[in-house]
């Protein structure tokens, strides 16, 4: 079945570096592949998405580019700040029938220190 | 519309009891979903709806759950006979026919004491 792998947490960085959170997917067909992030208590936001391959979905300076060949979604931003500490989920979902529910990785905490 | 709207935020229960959770989609959204997600782990599919029509169940959804989306508008999402692995944050998410986003609430998080 359909299964997203990302890379463990904690990640921890000082503000200003570059963040890279790796994601590859397993699916059937063609899915749209999507970033989330979950900050404390609170529910998931979508981050930005990718419907095809080679698309480059971007969301306030975080960037991310459907690799078909490496079935890969890695997730980057150049400059992280304090605010983005936060679990970042990567995942996928089909449009096809039987396909539509979204598939999560198990998350990736991350820390941003001042 | 303000998005995907889940009642209650927060239930504490004690073992045993039953609970119900309520969903409102966004409104012109006719597929709607349940997720669960426990500490420290991604969102777990539970089942869903294509309007009034609940479609697939996952293995995870126990005899003891039971869902529901009478009018094909809001759903409701009912434990029976709680435990403690019960405990858990439950969203709701919708999204339009032939979309693959799906739109995420803040979630209810019970605790089973």
């Known amino acids: 079945g359909d299964s997203v792998t990302q890379m463990e947490g904690p990640v921890t960085l000082s503000e200003e570096a570059f963040l890279t959170i790796n994601c590859t997917y397993t699916a059937t067909g063609y899915p749209s592949l999507f970033w989330y992030v979950q900050y404390p208590g609170e529910g998931l936001q979508l981050l930005l998405k990718a419907t095809k391959a080679d698309d480059k979905g971007s969301n306030k300076g975080f960037e991310a580019t459907y690799r078909k060949e490496t079935t890969s979604f890695h997730l980057e931003k150049g400059s992280v700040q304090v605010s983005d500490s936060a679990v970042y989920f990567c995942a996928l979902s089909r449009s096809d029938p039987g396909g539509f529910k979204t598939i999560f990785g198990a998350g990736t905490r991350l820390f941003v220190k001042a | 519309d303000t998005g995907v709207s889940q009642d209650p935020r927060h239930k504490i229960t004690k073992r045993g009891q039953n609970v119900t959770f309520r969903c409102d989609p966004i409104s012109e959204h006719n597929r709607l979903y349940w997720y669960r997600q426990t500490l420290g782990q991604g969102p777990e599919f539970l089942t869903y709806f294509q309007n009034e029509a609940q479609l697939e169940k996952s293995r995870l959804l126990s005899d003891r759950f039971s869902a529901e989306r009478p009018k094909g508008s809001f759903s409701t999402l009912e434990i029976q006979r709680t435990e403690q692995g019960d405990s858990a944050m439950y969203l709701c998410?919708?999204?339009?026919?032939?979309?693959?986003?799906?739109?995420f609430g803040q979630g209810t998080r019970l605790t089973v004491v």
């Open positions: 998410a919708s999204s339009i026919m032939g979309d693959t986003e799906a739109f």
